[in-house]
């Protein structure tokens, strides 16, 4: 066998290991991270769970804040009467339709049946209408010393309140309990964005009982859900919430952690 057939077989042989290896399996890095997005493999085992870090000091009456880690948590926690859909489009939340007259100064919320806290108790007008008054309302009991900074921005002013033309500076005139399960905002001029404003975190519904306590929001107060989680666990390490089995709609299983940072 001369130089040159030497040669050529020691290549040959070179491409079959480099196939052979280019087809075999691969071993999966262990700091590569999967795209949540993707199904897993039919024979994997997955725990679906969400982790976040967020600031310490947060605050879970969102009516009462700005701070946008509060907010956060406070969007999985409590709903409003509509929400946002991830395409901007107002969804249905606790109240399952809504009209608006003619005139645009009235909207008429048909509240959902079944729409209920966490501790069990339901979501009646009445706790729509005890919200709304505690935002709009200075002499409402509920309403506190708390300064309301997203109804300021958006919705002008509190109940009373009049500018130098004695015109009333809120859009908002009042709110009525139409029946069980209807509930009216009435305007004093028309507002376009309404819908939009009230898919904020802001005005999400809270337990009217449960605010009774001026500690609300804090880890020393008891939090009643409104929205598709619960708090399950809250140390000075993170926070854990949970799927509300109270909820109007099945949630998907899995947690939300919060790291404290």
Request: charged share 20%; net charge negative; hydrophobic share 35%.
């Amino acid at each position: 066998m001369n130089n040159k057939t030497i040669t050529q077989g020691f290549i040959l042989l070179a491409a079959a290991m480099l196939l052979l290896t280019a087809c075999g399996p691969k071993e999966t890095d262990a700091s590569t991270v999967t795209d949540p997005t993707q199904p897993p493999p039919a024979d994997a085992t997955v725990q679906v769970e969400t982790t976040i870090v967020i600031n310490k000091n947060i605050t879970l009456d969102p009516a009462k804040t700005e701070d946008s880690d509060s907010l956060l948590v406070s969007r999985n926690l409590y709903e409003g009467l509509v929400t946002l859909g991830a395409d901007g489009t107002i969804q249905p939340g606790i109240a399952f339709s809504w009209v608006i007259s003619d005139d645009e100064l009235d909207y008429i919320f048909e509240l959902r049946s079944d729409a209920a806290f966490s501790d069990g108790s339901l979501i009646t007008v009445e706790v729509i209408e005890q919200n709304f008054n505690r935002w709009f309302e200075p002499q409402n009991p509920l309403h506190g010393d708390g300064n309301y900074p997203t109804w300021l921005k958006l919705f002008l002013a509190f109940n009373g309140e009049r500018d130098a033309n004695n015109r009333q500076k809120s859009q908002v005139d009042g709110v009525q309990i139409v029946d069980n399960n209807t509930f009216i905002v009435h305007l004093n001029r028309p507002e376009p964005e309404l819908l939009t404003y009230l898919t904020e975190p802001a005005f999400t519904i809270l337990s009217s009982a449960s605010l009774n306590n001026p500690a609300y929001g804090t880890r020393e107060s008891t939090i009643i859900s409104s929205g598709q989680y619960v708090i399950t666990a809250w140390t000075d390490e993170g926070m854990t919430l949970s799927p509300n089995p109270q909820y109007w709609k099945s949630v998907e299983d899995g947690d939300l952690k919060y790291i404290f940072k």
